[in-house]
């Protein structure tokens, strides 16, 4: 971890985990949440 504050984990379909520091995590969780919904690929 290089610096404090909000973060979004993501576990992507084949499994893979990540984490991202963020200023607005709920801002990220939402596009991604949106570009999900649209059947956009998040991988």
């Known amino acids: 971890m290089?610096?404090?504050?909000?973060?979004?984990?993501?576990?992507?379909r084949n499994g893979t985990v990540f984490v991202v520091t963020v200023d607005d995590a709920a801002t990220a969780a939402s596009v991604?949440?949106?570009?999900?919904?649209?059947?956009?690929?998040?991988?």
Do not use: F
């Open 2 to 12: 290089l610096r404090k504050g909000e973060a979004l984990e993501v576990t992507r």
């Open 32 to 43: 991604l949440a949106a570009a999900v919904k649209k059947g956009e690929p998040a991988e």
